[in-house]
């Protein structure tokens, strides 16, 4: 079995208008992820990530592959740099791995129904058995339920302990 892809969807009780908002603002993204997510999100227009330590990722094949507002955002996973490896404390192992395997990308697919919008993230990786994907399968889920409690209370999740 193949673990090219991570699929995760939720509903959340907001307005599509609210969640873009939450996925394209930075000042927002911060409070859910950690990662400042700095663009404006136009077609072709870079992605760059900032870390909560001040590591800026930053790279010509970081970009926006669709914005439609309020229905769907997608774009390039950021490039695993030595700084980012360092931040996060990865191995140089799998470091090297994540190099190796090439660009992922990701998508969001928000669907209004009423009151709530069902929110699909689909991340891709390049390549059959991708590390990238077996990482994220870990972190969205923690990322995604983070944003969902944003959304609908004011607050992100605590952070784990």
Same mark, same amino acid.
């Given at each position: 079995m193949n673990n090219?892809?991570?699929v995760h969807t939720t509903y959340i009780r907001a307005?599509?208008?609210?969640l873009w908002r939450a996925l394209t603002d930075p000042a927002l993204t911060r409070r859910y992820w950690q990662v400042e997510l700095r663009s404006d999100w136009r077609t072709g227009s870079p992605v760059v990530w900032v870390l909560a330590d001040g590591t800026v990722i930053e790279d010509p094949e970081q970009v926006v592959i669709d914005a439609t507002p309020y229905r769907r955002l997608a774009y390039t996973w950021h490039t695993f740099t030595p700084a980012f490896a360092a931040?996060?404390?990865?191995g140089?192992? #799998? /470091? +090297?791995?994540?190099v190796a395997e090439g660009r992922s990308t990701v998508s969001f697919a928000l669907e209004p129904l009423g009151e709530v919008v069902k929110l699909?993230? #689909? /991340? +891709?990786g390049p390549v059959p058995d991708?590390?990238?994907?077996?990482?994220?399968s870990e972190g969205w889920p923690l990322v995604?339920?983070?944003l969902k409690?944003?959304? +609908?209370?004011g607050e992100p999740l605590p952070e784990p302990s």
């Open positions: 090219d892809r991570f307005g599509a208008e609210q931040s996060v404390g990865l140089s192992t #799998v /470091h +090297e791995r994540l699909t993230v #689909v /991340h +891709e991708s590390t990238v994907v077996a990482l994220v995604l339920s983070s409690t944003l959304v +609908e209370t």
